[in-house]
């Protein structure tokens, strides 16, 4: 069964700096691009970040670039999101999830999210 | 970017009725279209990719069709299970857009 477990959320300053993780079991890690997905508190989906197979493309929304990395280790099967000068506007709940046939795949499988708070 | 515009916001209906939610985007998109179902307090779900492939274990109720900039989700025989809100989200290119939902209840 696939599981994806993200954990590292939780309430941070403006300014600050929060790193995501993301546990993968139940299938071959090293094969799957996998990507971050937010979701502000009452609000849509929204695309975040996008990393290939093997770490070496990384995909990101503008509003993230140059704040946020996406990183994977391969050997634990962990996603991560390290998140950097956090503003007001990043408050979300963030989804680790999958993409099946291609990094620009489609999102078969979702963790549960991990909320992450940004107020002072 | 490309905009995803989904129409209704809000969709209420009857069980047993066909129901049909619409997602246009502002430029051609190649068929890159999945739909996701979302119930509250949970995360989303896939339910269709590349705009008319059922995901595994997804009702066949459920079905997608479309082409170009226009695309449909269409539910055969609405479910009060099939409460929920609704995204489309394109993958033609980057940077990849959901659509703002179809939030969709029961009459």
């Known amino acids: 069964e696939v599981q994806l477990v993200e954990s590292g959320g939780g309430l941070v300053q403006p300014g600050r700096s929060m790193k995501l993780s993301c546990a993968a079991s139940?299938?071959?890690?090293?094969?799957?691009?996998m990507a971050w997905v937010r979701q502000a508190p009452t609000k849509g989906l929204e695309w975040v970040a996008t990393?290939?197979?093997?770490?070496?493309?990384?995909y990101y929304r503008d509003s993230v670039k140059g704040r946020f990395t996406i990183s994977r280790d391969n050997a634990k099967s962990t996603l991560y999101l390290q998140m950097n000068s956090l503003r007001s506007e990043d408050t979300a709940t963030y989804y680790c999830?999958?993409?099946?046939?291609?990094?620009?795949?489609?999102?078969?499988?979702w963790g549960q999210g991990t909320l992450v708070t940004v107020s002072s | 970017d490309i905009q995803m515009t989904q129409s209704p916001s809000f969709l209420s209906a009857s069980v047993g009725e066909r129901v049909t939610l619409s997602c246009k985007a502002s430029?051609?998109?190649?068929?890159?279209l999945d739909w996701y179902q979302q119930k509250l307090g949970e995360a989303p779900k896939l339910l269709i990719y590349?705009?008319?492939n059922l995901h595994t274990g997804i009702p066949s109720r459920f079905s997608g069709s479309g082409s170009g900039t226009d695309y449909t989700l269409t539910i055969s025989s609405l479910q009060p299970e099939d409460v929920a809100t609704y995204f489309c989200?394109?993958?033609?290119?980057?940077?990849?857009?959901f659509g703002s939902g179809t939030k969709l209840e029961i009459k």
């Open positions: 139940g299938f071959t890690f090293s094969n799957y691009g």
């Open positions: 990393i290939s197979y093997d770490g070496s493309s990384t």
């Open positions: 999830t999958r993409a099946d046939s291609s990094y620009i795949g489609w999102f078969a499988y």
């Open positions: 989200l394109q993958r033609n290119s980057w940077p990849l857009t």
């Open positions: 430029q051609n998109i190649n068929k890159y």
């Open positions: 590349n705009t008319n």
